[in-house]
């Protein structure tokens, strides 16, 4: 099985999100073989929007088999009197999947490894699956984490995607288990995902940038 996971970020308004499921939903049919791929298990597709549109995809998108919808992030609380924050009670009304501890949350919110490893706990004794982002072998692993995606900071958004060797490396140094499904992340198109893919030790991608427009997300998972 190959994952292909969408990190749309901030990205998109009501409008586009339902401009984008309609186009993919429409797409999909010029790809024959990513359709069986989606049918025979092959590749699970997981779409990551803002938190207001999850709700959008129920409609169509989740109907394609192997299509989910997952969130980008939880809060460390549960339920409770927490301003703003979205628990994973809350999520897992909604969602089988969420990212957490992407660089930019560690960045620009200043997630500690402390921080994350509460959200995986809270996400799995919810039943929801964590993607961890990992930007080296210094950021501690969770056990319970479903997927691990490794993220450099300088691949990211940047066109600079690590090579295969380098993703290969960092491999072998990260602390993880056999149930770990193993992501790279960073730069991933259409033009250099083949390459990865040519290695069973990489099981797919976490992709930013080109899972925005609908056409360059198919074109990535049809020829996962
Ligand atoms: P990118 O983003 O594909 O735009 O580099 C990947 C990510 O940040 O998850």
């Known amino acids: 099985m190959r994952y292909l996971i969408a990190n749309w970020k901030s990205h998109k308004n009501y409008q586009t999100t339902q401009a984008w499921i309609d186009d993919f ?108 982002c990992v930007r080296n072998e210094k950021d501690k692993i969770q056990k319970q984490a479903h997927m691990v995606a490794y993220e450099p900071i300088e691949a990211i958004g940047t066109g600079k995607n690590a090579s295969v060797d380098d993703v290969l490396n960092m491999k072998k140094k990260l602390d993880l288990i056999s149930d770990h499904i193993f992501l790279y992340g960073g730069s991933v198109d259409k033009s250099n995902c083949e390459y990865y893919l040519d290695k069973d030790e990489i099981d797919g991608f976490l992709v930013g940038g080109a899972s925005l427009d609908p056409k360059s997300f198919l074109d990535i998972a049809s020829l996962c």
Not at 122 to 130: E, G, L, T, V, Y
């Open 25 to 132: 939903f429409l797409q999909i049919s010029n790809y024959p073989r990513l359709k069986k791929n989606l049918n025979d298990n092959k590749i699970k597709i997981i779409v990551c929007p803002p938190l207001p549109f999850i709700s959008l995809f129920s409609t169509k998108f989740t109907k394609i088999p192997n299509c989910h919808v997952g969130a980008q992030d939880l809060s460390i609380y549960g339920e409770g009197n927490y301003t703003g924050e979205v628990s994973a009670e809350a999520l897992s009304e909604l969602v089988e999947y969420t990212i957490v501890g992407h660089s930019e949350r560690r960045n620009y919110f200043k997630e500690s490894d402390e921080m994350i490893s509460k959200k995986i706990d809270r996400a799995s004794k919810m039943n929801i699956k964590a993607i961890q």
